[in-house]
């Protein structure tokens, strides 16, 4: 079938089209030649305008009188003079031109943040180069806008973002010798910041990045998550491609989170957080339980017998809040067999070919705050271990939805057993910790420069062999302490279940038990 040609008007449409656009866009061009000058005027008389206000205003009342006898003296001088009106209206618009010419921003650093880069050029000068370098990039009274590509500056005239670039060879890859610059450049650039080196040994460029602080006035809410993921706390935008909409007093915000998955579908489904007296392992475990109680049951085993879970006695879902070691290991015992009836109920369903039942589908949570005083004490009184008990949920409890999450202080990290080290393979660090403190429990190092200030709950956390993120828990105190805000302490208040039993009988059974 022998195509039909287009009309003539329709094949060249396409070029008068084109050809209408360029005279268009050649007389937008010469209307604003022409218009410049009057163009260059409105801007100058807006901006003198916007400098009168600001003058007024900044004037005390008690003295504006005074100014305004001042402009009607000099109104009426300008009246009298011959050709004065003309002469006033020819000053204001060669003002107004002036002030509304275009003025070319400065593209390079001042003065003061010149010598900031000579000086850090300068400093990497004896790290940076060799004697057998015949083109070094960096040498003493050399060009520091070669090795440095890409700046910027904070408010204050420091450096917030610097771009080193360095020569080949450099031995980027040990630690030591990448430790030895980050130190230099955290001290030269300025102390009481928290910096991010990022190294691109293929590129044999540095990045340097100061990092804003976390967000510390978040508190405990509902999450929207799905079941089996976990909020640990919140992190860098750049690092976690998921934010959550979250309340914070008035506002609402986005906010990336440190989310944990946990379940049989988990490659982490155990947690271990460290950190020293008031750096806030409490505060997250109290989270946690507070998100596991949404979909499972919880038992509570506090060892340090501070009372920090009192507010969860008696809530639906919580099986057992336990600071004795009579009742700890009964508890962990019963966890124990509860892990191994699960085994055996999941397993005859499979061989059945049926799905697991109903009563083994409910997520069960052991947490335990600092196990390491009930060991010692079972160890003076020649009973047994509680960790030894926590085998089984380690090593079988992935599969049966069972999670077991550890909180320590660094000082009793030793006396955790070789199956809890083994088997929590998500990690958090909270609270003031040296490099070495942190590397120890994450297995990497930290990702950032110590913080001048360490707030509760702020560290890092690493799931599994990810890499390791910054992290700031949500404030979630105990409800009775009544040095905490009034507004967080309601909201974890909201956030518990109904009391299922009167605190008074959960007294009485637990004192007959003993």
Same mark, same amino acid.
């Given at each position: 079938?022998?195509r039909v040609?287009?009309?003539?008007i329709?094949s060249?449409g396409?070029?008068?089209l084109?050809?209408?656009?360029e005279?268009?866009r ?7 030649d ?15 305008v ?8 900044e ?13 009607a003296s ?9 050709y004065?009106?003309?002469?006033a209206?020819i000053?204001l618009?060669?003002?107004a031109a ?5 003025v070319?921003e400065p593209t390079?650093p001042?003065e003061s943040?010149t ?5 850090l050029?300068?400093?990497?000068v004896?790290?940076?180069?060799a004697?057998e370098?015949p083109?070094p990039l960096y040498?003493h009274g ?6 440095f590509p890409?700046y910027?500056?904070?408010g204050?005239?420091?450096v917030c ?5 360095y020569?080949?060879?450099?031995a980027d890859?040990?630690p030591?010798?990448r430790?030895r610059i980050?130190?230099l ?5 300025g ?11 293929e590129?044999?460029? %540095?990045?340097? !990045?100061v990092?804003p602080?976390l967000? &510390?006035? #978040?508190?405990?809410? *509902?999450?929207?998550t @799905? ?14 491609a998921?934010?959550?909409p979250?309340?914070?007093g008035?506002e609402?915000?986005d906010v990336p989170?440190v989310?944990?998955r946990?379940g ?8 271990l957080?460290v ?8 505060t ?6 507070l998100?596991?109680l949404?979909?499972?049951?919880v038992?509570i085993v506090?060892g340090?017998g501070?009372?920090e ?7 639906d879902g919580v099986l ?6 009579s009742?700890?290991l009964?508890? %962990?015992?019963? !966890? ?5 009836? &699960?085994? #055996?109920?999941?397993? *005859?369903?499979?061989q @059945?070919g049926?799905?697991?039942p109903?009563?083994i589908?409910r997520?069960?949570?052991?947490l ?5 005083v009930l ?7 020649e009973r047994?271990d509680p960790?030894?008990l926590?085998?089984?949920?380690l090593?079988h409890?992935?599969?049966v939805?069972?999670?077991v999450v550890?909180a ?13 080290r083994?088997?929590?393979r ?9 490099p070495?403190q942190t590397?120890?429990?994450?297995g990497?190092?930290?990702p950032?420069?110590?913080?001048p200030?360490?707030?509760?709950g702020?560290?890092? !956390? ?5 890499s390791?993120l910054?992290l700031?828990?949500?404030a ?10 009034e507004?967080?302490?309601?909201a ?5 279940p109904?009391?299922t039993?009167p605190a008074?009988s959960?007294t ?6 003993t």
């Open positions: 079938m022998a040609p287009l009309p003539r329709l060249s396409g070029a008068h084109a050809r209408s656009r005279l268009a050649t007389a937008a061009d010469g209307a604003t022409v218009l410049h000058p009057l163009i260059t005027i409105t801007r100058g008389l807006r901006r003198l916007a400098a009168g206000r600001l003058r007024w205003a004037t005390p009342k008690d003295r504006r009188g005074s100014l305004l006898f001042l402009a000099v109104v009426l001088v300008v009246t009298l003079v011959p004065g009106p003309l002469l209206v000053a618009m060669a003002a002036w002030a509304g010419r275009a070319p390079g001042d943040q010598q900031r880069l000579r000086s050029y300068d400093a990497l004896p790290y940076f180069s004697a370098d083109a040498a050399g060009a520091w806008e070669d090795a890409a910027a500056f904070d204050t005239g420091r973002h610097l771009l080193v670039r020569p080949a060879y450099f890859g040990e030591e010798a430790a980050e130190q450049l955290h001290a030269k650039a102390r009481g910041r928290e910096y991010r080196f990022t190294w691109d040994e590129g044999n460029e %540095l990045t340097v !990045a990092l602080p967000d &510390r006035d #978040i508190g405990a809410q *509902r999450f929207v @799905a079941p089996g993921e976990t909020v640990l706390g919140f992190t860098d935008a750049a690092h976690v998921r934010t959550l979250l309340t914070c008035e609402q915000r989170p989310v944990w946990t049989p579908g988990s490659t982490e489904p155990h947690l957080a950190g020293g007296p008031g750096s806030g392992t409490t997250l475990l109290r989270a946690i339980v998100q596991a949404q979909h499972g049951d038992v506090e340090g501070s009372g879970y009192a507010c969860l006695t008696g809530r057992a809040v336990e600071s004795g070691l009742g700890a009964a508890s %962990l015992e019963w !966890a124990s067999q509860e892990t191994e009836r &699960r085994l #055996i109920a999941t397993n *005859r369903a499979r @059945a049926l799905p697991a109903d009563d589908r997520p069960l949570w052991l335990l705050d600092r196990p390491s060991s010692q004490l079972a160890a003076a009184e047994l960790q030894s926590l085998q089984v949920p090593r409890g992935r599969a939805d069972v999670t550890i320590e202080q660094f000082d009793h990290l030793d006396a955790l057993t070789d199956a809890v083994g088997h929590t998500a990690r958090v660090v909270l609270g003031p910790a040296s070495e590397e120890s429990v994450l990497a190092a930290p950032t420069t110590p913080t200030d360490v707030p509760p702020r560290g890092y !956390a690493r799931l599994g062999a990810a390791a910054r700031q828990v949500p979630t105190p105990d409800p009775h302490d009544e040095n905490a805000p507004a967080l302490r309601q974890v208040l909201g956030l518990l109904a009391r039993t008074d959960l009485k059974a637990a004192v007959a038990e």
